[in-house]
T-cell receptor
Framework: QQQVKQSPQSLIVQKGGISIINCAYE??????FPWYQQFPGKGPALLIA?????SEKKEGRFTISFNKSAKQFSLHIMDSQPGDSATYFC????????????FGTGTRLLVSP | DARVTQTPRHKVTEMGQEVTMRCQPI?????VFWYRQTMMQGLELLAY????????DSGMPKDRFSAEMPDATLATLKIQPSEPRDSAVYFC????????????FGEGSWLTVV
């Protein structure tokens, strides 16, 4: 119940295309869903996050879509750029105080020039 | 530029040796996490502290791993004795209530046990 399932494991997208990464969860107590971006040799960094009271959040080229009934959320990267090539992790936590994040297994994105 | 600082960045050690990794959380952050990253398991939470008190270390092998916060500016993760299966990247992260649920990761300590 504490798991977050992420797919695909890897993704190759052409420059200018749309990258889509999906995550699913079981624990209905989760109420905070961030996406982290990790470049090689670096630690993960927060990219964008959403709470379940909204169905979509957009920041620049990055959009989270959230489906509460299906217990799924996804990251869309519009106009993907080679600089977006990184590993992306979805995560979830319960906002009771300041709680630990449960991470998905990660998606390695490669945007070809 | 506030950031989480981890040392050492890279460590190669022989099986059986003690390894200590150190973390300086962002000043003012009262919650500190230790994560381990491997290709097979992804990011696993080992332990976390709030106001220097351990809240959850259920993800940590108790027989060889220990985590402490001697003071608010230092968190340590110790492995004794180390084994080849401990080879991984160990990340420290910190956060605070005012940062929402955002946690900030350090650049990691890359450990290789041979």
């Amino acid at each position: 119940q504490q798991q977050v399932k992420q797919s695909p494991q890897s993704l190759i997208v052409q420059k200018g295309g749309i990258s889509i990464i999906n995550c699913a969860y079981e624990n209905t107590a989760f109420d905070y869903f961030p996406w982290y971006q990790q470049f090689p040799g670096k630690g993960p960094a927060l990219l964008i996050a959403i709470r379940p009271d909204v169905s979509e959040k957009k920041e620049g080229r990055f959009t989270i879509s959230f489906n509460k009934s299906a217990k799924q959320f996804s990251l869309h990267i519009m106009d993907s750029q080679p600089g977006d090539s990184a590993t992306y992790f979805c995560a979830a936590s319960i906002k009771t105080g300041f709680q630990k994040l449960v991470f998905g297994t990660g998606t390695r994105l490669l945007v070809s020039p | 530029d506030a950031r989480v600082t981890q040392t050492p960045r890279h460590k190669v050690t022989e099986m059986g040796q003690e390894v200590t990794m150190r973390c300086q959380p962002i000043l003012g952050h009262n919650t500190v996490f230790w994560y381990r990253q491997t290709m097979m398991q992804g990011l696993e939470l080992l332990a976390y502290f709030r106001n220097r008190a351990p809240l959850d270390d259920s993800g940590m092998p108790k027989d060889r791993f220990s985590a402490e916060m001697p003071d608010a500016t230092l968190a340590t993760l110790k492995i004794q004795p180390s084994e080849p299966r401990d080879s991984a990247v160990y990340f420290c992260a910190s956060g605070t209530g005012s940062s929402g649920n955002t946690i900030y990761f350090g650049e990691g300590s890359w450990l290789t046990v041979v």
